[in-house]
T-cell receptor, first 107, second 110 residues
């Protein structure tokens, strides 16, 4: 099946800093999503982005499908951005998750 | 707002009990999924369904079964719960354009 690698595994930021999270995947995909898992465990969908660039407030994402990677940008980070960010991809079957990036934003 | 609802937020069951985890979606999606999440192992697919009365095994189906009698409801069944099934269980649905997840059920088997 498809392999999904996320980097970095952990990230500590000062409030107000910017960050870039990366997701590499091993094969062509029909679907790529970025999720934020909140402290209660719920997976919140941030972006559905199999290709191209999207923006939503302080967050934006870019997927370069031909080079098999996606980037999630967080600008002007806030403490509420803390949590685990997952990249998940779907090839011809079901959604496969990376191991996640744990982000801690300190005040 | 679209919703996937899991019936229990927290559940504690005894070893050997039969356990039902219920998931309901209001989006008329064909596809539904059950994942479990464990520290260090990430999210792993247990079972999925592309239609009513249809089911497919995921990556870790052993010890589990599922039921999909109606389009909106997908149940995960632990026939005889064991301590190694203590985990966070997440249900999702999809129309083929993105997945929506429920809030999860933290199951503890004692």
């Amino acid at each position: 099946g498809i392999q999904v690698e996320q980097s970095p595994p952990d990230l500590i930021l000062q409030e107000g800093a910017n960050s870039t999270l990366r997701c590499n995947f091993s094969d062509s995909v029909n679907n790529l999503q970025w999720f934020h898992q909140n402290p209660w465990g719920q997976l919140i969908n941030l972006f559905y982005i199999p290709s191209g660039t999207k923006q939503n407030g302080r967050l934006s994402a870019t997927t370069v499908a031909t080079e098999r990677y996606s980037l999630l940008y967080i600008s002007s980070s806030q403490t509420t951005d803390s949590g685990v960010y997952f990249c998940a991809v779907e090839g011809y079957s079901t959604l496969t998750f990376g191991k996640g990036t744990m982000l801690l934003v300190s005040p | 707002d679209v919703k996937v609802t899991q019936s229990s937020r927290y559940l504690v069951k005894r070893t050997g009990e039969k356990v039902f985890l219920e998931c309901v979606q209001d989006m008329d999606h064909e596809n539904m999924f059950w994942y479990r999440q464990d520290p260090g192992l990430g999210l792993r697919l247990i079972y999925f369904s592309y239609d009513v009365k249809m089911k497919e095994k995921g990556d870790i189906p052993e010890g589990y079964s599922v039921s999909r009698e109606k389009k909106e409801r997908f149940s995960l069944i632990l026939e005889s719960a064991s301590t190694n099934q203590t985990s966070m269980y997440l249900c999702a649905s999809s129309s083929g354009i993105g997945y929506t997840f429920g809030s999860g059920t933290r199951l503890t088997v004692v």
